[in-house]
């Protein structure tokens, strides 16, 4: 092809068509409109991401502690103690604060071993979890069901609210606090209509590191264990 | 440069190449293939939205759900009813239809006050909440065991199953409709082998808005509360 | 417009100039970066697809084990049995093990019916549900609160742990072994300080199709129920 045979008119128009597809190149309609819904991709992504990480970190932390219960029921105070972090604090009944991996670790040792004729049962129930907006922080209230005693001793059912926090170190959800509130203790044989056994005091073996924070009866008295949440409708 | 300069084959080539270049650039098959992907990568993200939104709606549901437990337990019932649509209905053993989340309201105070001695624990358990793929909309399946009586006078089990409706206002789920059917209420001193408590009837200090839905008896007798859901396996 | 009329040297830097953009439409970094940032949003949603495809499967198999104890507790044999594989295993208690979905229903219908004063109450509680890597098969820890009996007869407290497995096959999740291992069952005036009822063996009339796969006793025993999974800390 020779220019000069190119008429000049269509040359020009021509060339003003490459430039002008050069230019839309440039400041494509395509490529900026992909770059925009590329752009509303990645933030809608990164939304996703954190209400998927929120649900996954609902299923950690209800299974490590549905894991504690496990652990509990059979007094594998070992496997129990691996849950928490090194600088957890545990404070149940009115035992007094454990604070510390290894007092912990100490404290459950001290319930004892479970041994022909003993039932511990602690089931987890009912959890109210809330992951911290940080991703690594998480508060949950739960409840125990407990049936524990000892064949030819004592037989009792008992009730418990948990307001526990778990942090996330290296990917791994653990137990961080834990806070057991006694709601009730009865004898088998008795019900909750003719008393009940007292709110656990201090262990005869072990003594706590701290008094218990928060003073309490268990029935028949009757308290509201505190709330790390408002209410899930008014924020209140 | 002078363009007279330019040897017309080579100036040819020259602009041929940048008129492929930028038809290229106009339909480049790089950029269609991102548009492609992104396509792709949108419909995928819209799905996973749905899934992940289904996550977090149970997780609130679930949540919901306990919270209204945790507040019956201790006869918190301004908390309890904020947890209702205005429009929400409640209906509970035999005692009908309360409609309206002002009526609730003056139902759940009906129901007495925490004092020294009273026990009335509602654990919430063993879910099954379906989403509704209007995506504010929920139905749930839940069981309540019931520990409640008081000092020196009765002391009961109760266990009963809900059929719950959720809707979703304003991003916040709130429960639309609670009807509980009780399955069995015993004196704690005889069990359930020695009779049951009746199911209870309506409110000596409250008249219902409307009868009760469903006429069943509880234990002894038996009733098998509807399903809101098909069998998950069948699907029938 | 003639292009005899351009003068030589504004027409080459304008041709220059198309030839850069051109070029730049070819190799343009935007469009590279626009693929790098396509291609991590890719990795990072297939990330996501799998966190959130492990949320929507842990809701699911949380629905199905307590569709399930609905099920058992009105004893709606055939709902129950559909919920489980072809090839599914069943075994609880000491009766042993009953393999293929139909022998799963023949064992089922052998429990006997729902009639006037029977109750048969199995709670499905305290989940720790671990989805596989390959997104088709699962393991759960749950356990079961037991109250059953019948009016005139028998009243009875059980507890059991559950280690089961379930596989997803068409997009829906079934169960493809149920172990429940009884941890206590006592007589409802007895508790469990004065004796247990024993682990219930083969029933009277159904044979298993092979004797229990694990021997041990049910209160006042003690028996730890293997762990399906690992310390949820430690990993060990």
Same mark, same amino acid.
């Given at each position: ?36 819904? @590329? ?43 691996? @849950? ?40 987890? @129930? ?72 007292? @709110? ?37």
């Amino acid at each position: 092809m020779n220019i000069r045979a190119i008429p000049p008119t269509i040359f020009a128009i021509a060339l003003s068509a490459v430039s002008v597809t050069a230019a839309d190149a440039w400041a494509n309609p395509n490529l900026e409109e992909l770059a925009g819904e @590329l752009a509303a991709l990645k933030a809608e992504v990164t939304t996703l991401r954190q209400e998927a990480q929120a649900a996954t970190d609902y299923v950690a932390i209800a299974n490590l502690q549905a894991s504690y219960g496990y652990y509990v029921d059979k007094m594998r105070w070992d496997e129990a103690a691996d @849950l928490f972090t090194k600088t957890a604090t545990l404070e149940i009944a009115g035992r007094g604060v454990f604070a510390g991996q290894d007092r912990i670790r100490t404290y459950l040792h001290a319930l004892g071993e479970l041994t022909y004729g003993t039932l511990f049962n602690h089931m987890q @129930l009912q959890p109210v979890i809330h992951i911290g907006n940080d991703g690594v922080t998480a508060s949950a209230r739960w409840r125990t069901l407990m049936q524990v005693g000892h064949l030819g001793e004592e037989a009792r059912w008992g009730e418990g609210t948990y307001e526990n926090e778990y942090v996330k170190e290296d990917g791994i959800w653990k137990i961080n606090k834990l806070h057991s509130y006694i709601t009730f203790y009865v004898e088998y044989d008795k019900g909750w209509n003719k008393g009940a056994v007292p @709110l656990p005091k201090h262990l005869d073996n072990l003594e706590p590191d701290a008094e218990a924070t928060v003073k309490y009866g268990a029935f028949p008295d009757v308290f509201v264990p505190p709330y790390h949440y408002k209410n899930p409708v008014t924020g209140q």
